[in-house]
């Protein structure tokens, strides 16, 4: 029965122009769109986990189709799968890696936990296709079968988690450069601000002088460490559960299925995926996802502080700080004429925010791993690859659309220097902390700068006075 689901973001289901056939499974009949190339088994969960509009990643898609691809290939030289039939599999799942059938993969994100919906979404998908390029209608499960042929070798319960290590870490590598091209526009600005002196701030409160650029340049260094996280947890990415089938003993799989599999996959992708040291972890467990998702939510801790400076400093435009001039993007207010907000920072610390609720999901999900399998795969998934597709993407809008045409205000930098009680402190060497206190107090009550305020006292030759209260010695 088709789902009434409104939010399904299934065409196959939406546009079913009323032809369905009929399918059974182990479990009995049911009637499936007529159109539709997954199976009975999908279908069930079509039915049962209606809940949402998320529905698989398409990374995980193309990570379930190369999986697919490789295991015929490898089962035909095994002996195990006709090489005909191997061939017809391989080429249905290429076309799944591709993305052709993403509208056939119609199954909620929120459903049975270790993944198993996704995994026979794949095996249905790919053996309809199959038979369809041998001549055969869908639905008929022959000459190709979804589990006897498509699955062979395999389990959900280690599929799912190679899937997803996969899909992670194609994501990343997406990712990466996304990353390093805002840390080097940031690395521009902090040398393009380089000679502008500014007043810093401690506290929100005024210190002593800094430059612009070295503001900048640890905006920089911060996601250049971001960086160097993320990559850290790329080698555990690459360890492969595949083999370990459904507790990780390797029943049903052939002793050299998962180290040939997995062999192909590394050599096509250029990346040096390897088989899992303790495949009982690796579908027990999902420590590479908590570690990558712990370096996404120090990311977004660094992405929101800095966004939040980039509105501080560019607070304004008058009765702000003003030392840097945002790009004007769009209107800023339905009532307020003229008025230009900082709309790119604003938008990463929503990101930021976002972020850091998925690694908290992530956190979660993987402490439900009750002795031989984790139960939250999907959410697992969505969680990790929806975080990297975000980080990617507003990074490098963040990049291009913000940092890249930011500028600085000197003459407002110089002006909040000059009123800055803060220039008293190289003065504490020469008359004391307490006296320079005291001055510094003085001069706030009587709304005077310090310059004026020692100018009028003569404490020190001008000479002298002019060396200590020259910003460009402070830094």
């Known amino acids: 029965m088709e789902t009434q689901n409104p939010q399904d973001s299934s065409p196959i289901l939406s546009q079913s122009d009323g032809q369905y056939r009929e399918e059974a499974d182990s479990m009995g009949k049911l009637s499936i769109p ?32 190369e999986i697919k691809r490789h295991a015929a290939l490898v089962n035909a030289r095994l002996g195990l799968i006709e090489q005909q039939l191997a061939e017809k599999i391989a080429e249905a799942a290429a076309e799944v890696e591709r993305g052709r059938w993403s509208d056939h993969f119609p199954i909620d994100v929120f459903q049975s936990g270790s993944g198993t919906s996704w995994n026979m ?9 199959a038979n369809e390029l041998l001549g055969q209608p869908l639905g008929q499960r022959s000459p190709v079968h979804p589990n006897d042929h498509v699955n062979r070798g395999q389990s959900s319960n280690d599929v799912i988690p190679t899937a997803l290590h ?42 002593v002088p800094m430059t612009l650029g070295q503001e900048f340049s640890g905006y920089a260094t911060q996601i250049k460490g971001a960086i160097g996280h993320i990559q850290h947890t790329l080698p555990a990415l690459e360890e492969l559960a595949l083999g370990g ?9 052939h002793p050299q299925f998962a180290a040939m599999v997995i062999k192909a996959i590394a050599q096509e992708s250029g990346i040096p995926f390897r088989e899992g040291e303790n495949r009982f972890a690796l579908i027990a467990g999902r420590d590479a996802q908590v570690a ?24 304004g435009p008058r009765a702000g700080l003003g030392e840097i001039t945002l790009p004007a993007l ?40 009750p002795l031989e399998l984790n139960m939250m795969h999907p959410l697992i998934a969505y969680e990790t690859l929806s975080a990297i597709e975000i980080v990617k993407n507003s990074c490098q809008v963040l990049a291009e659309r913000c940092i890249a045409d930011i500028e600085a205000d000197e003459q407002r930098c110089e002006e909040w220097i000059e009123q800055s009680l803060a220039l008293v402190t190289p003065l504490a060497l020469r008359i004391g902390y307490d006296r320079a206190a005291e001055l510094a107090h003085r001069a706030y009550r009587e709304r005077r700068t310090i310059r004026e305020l020692l100018q009028e006292l003569q404490l020190l030759p001008e000479r002298e006075l002019e060396e200590l209260l020259d910003p460009r010695r402070m830094i």
Request: proline residues 4%; positive net charge; contains cysteine.
């Open 34 to 65: 007529a159109r539709a190339y997954w199976g009975a088994q999908s279908q069930r969960a079509v039915e049962n986990f209606a809940v949402s509009p998320l529905r698989i990643p398409y990374t995980f898609m193309r990570a379930l189709g």
């Open 121 to 129: 979404n794949a095996n249905e998908l790919i053996a309809n296709r």
């Open 166 to 207: 996969i899909a992670n870490r194609y994501s990343c590598a997406e990712m990466l450069p996304a990353l390093q091209q805002l840390k080097d526009a940031l690395y521009h600005k902090a040398e393009e601000f380089s000679q502008v002196i500014k007043i810093g701030r401690t506290h929100l409160q005024d210190a």
């Open 245 to 253: 089938t459904a507790v990780g003993t390797g029943l049903n799989s």
């Open 292 to 315: 990558l998702m712990g370096a996404l939510n120090g990311l977004a801790v660094a992405l929101m502080k800095i966004a939040n400076d980039l509105r501080l400093l560019a607070s």
């Open 330 to 369: 769009q209107p800023g207010s339905s009532i307020m004429p003229g008025k230009v907000n900082p709309v790119i920072p604003e938008m990463i610390i929503q990101v930021a925010a976002h972020i850091m609720g998925k690694h908290q999901a992530v956190s979660v999900a993987a402490q439900q791993g």
